[in-house]
């Protein structure tokens, strides 16, 4: 299993970042896929995840409604949009896979003006 994340960089507060997380070795289209961060000093948390087929979403409290999870099971990648990020939205953001718990080596996410 290999997952590759991408897309994070320096976001003002307000604006917007779409991360992308490209899998590979197992049958993406049926497991489900979930992201999730690590701020500085802090453990890993749980961001949102995704059933297989798309059709369930679920998130941590604090960025429902400003964060979205989407997938296509056709192309592969999974995304996450942050819209109007917050400065402790600031992290290294990891994507996981429902098939072995896999992890990727992550994108660090940066939210300052």
């Known amino acids: 299993v290999q997952l590759v994340e991408s897309g994070g960089g320096l976001v003002q507060p307000g604006g917007s970042l779409r991360l992308s997380c490209a899998a590979s070795?197992?049958?993406?289209?049926?497991?489900?896929m979930s992201w999730y961060r690590q701020a500085p000093g802090k453990e890993r948390e749980f961001v949102a995840t995704i059933t297989s087929d798309g059709g369930t979403t679920n998130y941590k409290h604090s960025v429902k409604g400003q964060f979205t999870i989407s997938r296509d099971n056709a192309n592969n990648p999974v995304e996450l949009q942050m819209n109007s990020p917050k400065h402790e939205d600031t992290a290294v953001y990891f994507c996981?896979?429902?098939?072995?718990?896999?992890w990727g080596q992550g994108t660090q996410v940066t939210v300052s003006s």
């Open positions: 070795g197992f049958t993406f289209s049926s497991y489900a």
């Open positions: 996981k896979d429902g098939f072995l718990g896999s």
